[in-house]
């Protein structure tokens, strides 16, 4: 069974910074664009960043660009969001996902795994 676990979220004051990790089991996803999305209160789910397991090609968010920095680490199949210089408005549950499709995909649709998701609240 394939299974997500996120964890490392919490509260942080602004301008400070947390570690997302997204441990990945049950099946190989070598083949595999991983992903952390974020949902706010009374907002849909939003892409934030990918990375391609293969060769570890990213993409962000422009809302994240230069804050954000996704990355894995394949002898321990984990996904890393490194997030710096956090803003209130970065407070959301963020989850973490797999999609089989080689290219960067930033709508769920595209997804067929995903993790419980972890809260990261940032207090002005």
């Known amino acids: 069974q394939a299974q997500l676990v996120e964890s490392g979220g919490g509260l942080v004051q602004a301008g400070g910074s947390l570690r997302l990790s997204c441990a990945a089991s049950g099946r190989t996803f070598s083949s595999y664009n991983m992903a952390w999305f974020r949902q706010a209160p009374g907002k849909e789910r939003e892409f934030v960043a990918s990375i391609r397991w293969s060769d570890g090609n990213t993409d962000y968010a422009n809302s994240v660009k230069g804050r954000f920095t996704i990355s894995r680490d394949n002898a321990k199949n984990t996904v890393y969001l490194q997030m710096n210089s956090l803003k209130p408005e970065d407070t959301a549950v963020y989850y973490c996902?797999?999609?089989?499709?080689?290219?960067?995909?930033?709508?769920?649709?595209?997804?067929?795994?995903w993790g419980q998701g972890t809260q990261v609240t940032v207090s002005s």
């Open positions: 996902a797999a999609s089989p499709r080689y290219y960067a995909n930033y709508d769920v649709s595209g997804y067929n795994y």
